[in-house]
Nanobody, 119 residues
Framework: QVQLVESGGGLVQAGGSLRLSCAAS????????LGWFRQAPGKEREFVAV?????LYADSVKGRFSVSRDFVKHTVTLQMNSLKPEDTAVYYC???????????????WGQGTQVTVSS
């Protein structure tokens, strides 16, 4: 069992930055890939980034977002720069035993944190 708690969402103007954090706890947390997904109103949940054996980003955020992981504190951080209104969504942290960009591969999810980017 893995528990995930996100923090750091909020309201920001276009072009601004936000940092999201996810604290993971439970057995064998270090064995899990930790990913970020987002879901905008009326849209399906989509992959954003993942940190595990390496890092992987969605094309829509590549070059603007950066994911980093602290294996001692069991946290994963998503640094979001040059934010756009289309980045507005609820952002979720998730844990998977296998490195994956598919939400189907993730077994545990956080409660989500709202990110709103105004134009």
């Amino acid at each position: 069992q893995v528990q995930l708690v996100e923090s750091g969402g909020g309201l920001v103007q276009a072009g601004g930055s936000l940092r999201l954090s996810c604290a993971a706890s439970g057995r064998s947390v270090r064995s899990y890939a930790l990913g970020w997904f987002r879901q905008a109103p009326g849209k399906e949940r989509e992959f954003v980034a993942v940190s595990g054996i390496g890092e992987l980003y969605a094309d829509s955020v590549k070059g603007r977002f950066s994911v980093s992981r602290d294996f001692v504190k069991h946290t994963v951080t998503l640094q979001m720069n040059s934010l756009k209104p289309e980045d507005t969504a609820v952002y979720y942290c998730a844990a998977a035993l296998r490195f994956s960009s598919s939400s189907l591969g993730y077994d545990y999810w956080g409660q989500g944190t709202q990110v709103t980017v105004s134009s």
